[in-house]
T-cell receptor, first 113, second 116 residues
Framework: GENVEQHPSTLSVQEGDSAVIKCTYSDSASNYFPWYKQELGKGPQLIIDIRSNVGEKKDQRIAVTLNKTAKHFSLHITETQPEDSAVYFCAASIGQGAQKLVFGQGTRLTINP | EAGVAQSPRYKIIEKRQSVAFWCNPISGHATLYWYQQILGQGPKLLIQFQNNGVVDDSQLPKDRFSAERLKGVDSTLKIQPAKLEDSAVYLC??????????????FGPGTRLTVL
């Protein structure tokens, strides 16, 4: 079936450095790519999304890039802070008509002070 | 604005027992989702409701799982009988319109199920 691969599974960076998480998808019809942040004991929360007609989107310290030809998209977090520590999930829309989201396996990001 | 409410937060049962989870979406949200999140994995959609109708239940193991959304508001997800592999966090999410997958989904805190 259609799937989304996410790497790395764990990432540890020094506070103030940048973090990059990458995802690849298989469905060429995918046209919506959200990123979610999940803190311990909570449900995922949308932090940024991108649609297939856009190559890059930024929101303060967070940016997402999309390469439709290569079928991959990435999350970039700059000037990382301790509160950025969480599990991050990428997702891609799949299907025709009534689409649904397929999530990656998640990346546990740890910011070291 | 109150978020998505779920109960119970934790549940421990033995295999072959039954269990039910409850979800109250954000007021006025038309679409409701149930996801299963196995430890170390991303959420997997089990069922999607639009108002009180089912949009997608293709990944719901219908021999043991059932779900309903009464009057297009609250929803319950039931497992009967439970298996060891059902141990997971069950997440409920809602989105405001029937506009499709690009609507922001708001997740509840989830119910952690352990099957012994």
């Amino acid at each position: 079936g259609e799937n989304v691969e996410q790497h790395p599974s764990t990432l540890s960076v020094q506070e103030g450095d940048s973090a990059v998480i990458k995802c690849t998808y298989s469905d060429s019809a995918s046209n919506y790519f959200p990123w979610y942040k999940q803190e311990l004991g909570k449900g995922p929360q949308l932090i940024i999304d991108i649609r297939s007609n856009v190559g890059e989107k930024k929101d303060q310290r967070i940016a997402v890039t999309l390469n439709k030809t290569a079928k991959h998209f990435s999350l970039h977090i700059t000037e990382t802070q301790p509160e950025d520590s969480a599990v991050y999930f990428c997702a891609a829309s799949i299907g025709q008509g009534a689409q649904k989201l397929v999530f990656g396996q998640g990346t546990r990001l740890t910011i070291n002070p | 604005e109150a978020g998505v409410a779920q109960s119970p937060r934790y549940k421990i049962i033995e295999k072959r027992q039954s269990v039910a989870f409850w979800c109250n979406p954000i007021s006025g949200h038309a679409t409701l989702y149930w996801y299963q999140q196995i430890l170390g994995q991303g959420p997997k959609l089990l069922i999607q409701f639009q108002n009180n109708g089912v949009v997608d239940d293709s990944q719901l193991p219908k021999d043991r799982f059932s779900a309903e959304r009464l009057k297009g508001v609250d929803s319950t997800l039931k497992i009967q009988p439970a298996k060891l592999e059902d141990s997971a966090v069950y997440l409920c999410a809602s989105s405001p319109t029937s506009g499709g997958v690009t609507d922001t989904q708001y997740f509840g805190p989830g119910t952690r199920l352990t099957v012994l």
